[in-house]
């Protein structure tokens, strides 16, 4: 973890929760004022900065800046959006969790759709979901779109914490 505590972080930094946006409250070197907005936007999507030296991601920087601690599991973003960091905008989730919040494919992806894949042996596109780190089979069907469709309906079901 950190030595990085809620006092300290709030001592050096104001935290807006509508906007999400932290800014400098202490001047800490000749590039940096108060009142500037803290973070840079990653190749990730997530807005990090530096705390004495040490990188951090805002998301969990507002976390422990509002409830005075770190959070235990990950904090996922509500919307899908990893530089929105209003705190409305974040919950402490775990791991599984999480990912049950994922809203696009990898890029490896052929069909470029969440849940889809080619299956070569029927030459079919396939449609399946992971719950509680098991694949379950949803079918198979013609078009990606159906697949994805199917795969939509069942992430409604079997996913409380996905917000698509």
């Not at 932290?22 to 108060?34: D, E, G, L, P, W």
């Not at 070569?120 to 449609?127: I, L, P």
Request: aromatic share 8%; charged share 25%; with cysteine.
């Amino acid at each position: 973890m950190t030595d990085l505590s809620a006092d300290h972080l709030r001592d050096l930094f104001h935290y807006d929760e509508t906007t999400g946006t932290f800014t400098r409250r202490v001047r800490t070197s000749n590039r940096i004022n108060v009142g500037d907005v803290a973070g840079n936007l990653m190749a990730t999507g997530y807005v990090r900065f530096c705390v004495n030296g040490r990188a951090y991601t805002a998301h969990r920087l507002a976390w422990l800046y509002v409830h005075g601690r770190w959070p235990d599991g990950e904090i996922d973003h509500i919307n899908g959006q990893r530089d929105d960091n209003r705190i409305a905008n974040l919950r402490e989730v775990s791991r599984g969790q999480n990912m049950q919040n994922l809203r696009s494919a990898r890029l490896c992806n052929k069909a470029g759709l969440l849940g889809v894949s080619w299956d070569e042996r029927n030459k079919k596109w396939r449609a399946d979901i992971r719950v509680s780190g098991t694949r379950k089979n949803l079918g198979r069907y013609a078009t990606p779109q159906e697949a994805h469709l199917e795969y939509l309906r069942a992430k409604a079901l079997m996913h409380p914490f996905g917000t698509i």
